[in-house]
């Protein structure tokens, strides 16, 4: 996440801070600036670089110790996966439903409904934005999902990012770590830093 580096010498004025930068600057002074925290609360455009950290590391900031292999952080974009289908490490009629919780049954999936709710489309399809699709988070879960079975990051777990999805869609929120709860845009903020 980029920081305001600004220099002041005593012969100029101080600058002023955006909104966007008073408000950090808020949140900093009340002891709520970690980067996790500001992490959650800022859309993808201000977060910069991708995140190569689980969700309760991205929310430790750069205090956690790193374990075991380095992380692969090569994530591909929901419009990556949507034009490169060979490079699938999966069937491209593979059903959202599938491999991602949703209530319903998918026998009422019939020719009028394909495509048109989370029950009754494939992964394929919710590689473009869909109208039921809030804050695009299926596509974001998607593409994380190719990420991860295909190696192109390993610093998430299928199993965390099925609770994810399970979590928001069932309690509305989503909680990394004991304490802290995302709502579903901060999920898909998260998701959609985790790529190109």
Not at 101 to 108: L, T
Not at 174 to 182: E, F
Request: aromatic share 8%.
């Amino acid at each position: 996440m980029a920081t305001d580096n600004q220099e002041n010498n005593g012969n100029a004025a101080p600058l002023s801070l955006s909104e966007r930068g008073a408000g950090r600057r808020r949140l900093a002074k009340a002891g709520i600036g970690a980067a996790g925290v500001l992490l959650t609360l800022e859309s993808r455009a201000a977060m910069g670089p991708m995140i190569c950290k689980s969700p309760s590391g991205a929310l430790s900031g750069g205090l956690s110790s790193h374990y075991g292999p380095e992380p692969i952080c090569q994530g591909r974009s929901p419009g990556y996966w949507k034009n490169s289908t060979d490079a699938w490490p999966i069937p491209l009629t593979t059903m959202f439903a599938d491999v991602f919780y949703v209530a319903g049954n998918k026998q009422s999936c019939t020719t009028e409904t394909k495509d048109t709710n989370y029950l009754c489309s494939t992964m394929l399809n919710l590689l473009t934005p869909q109208s039921f699709d809030r804050y695009n988070l299926a596509m974001h879960a998607v593409a994380t999902y190719l990420n991860i079975k295909s190696g192109k990051i390993n610093f998430l777990s299928v199993e965390t990012l099925l609770n994810m999805w399970y979590e928001v869609q069932t309690k509305g929120i989503y909680s990394p770590t004991a304490g802290v709860q995302w709502t579903p845009e901060q999920v898909k903020n998260y998701l959609e830093a985790t790529h190109d």
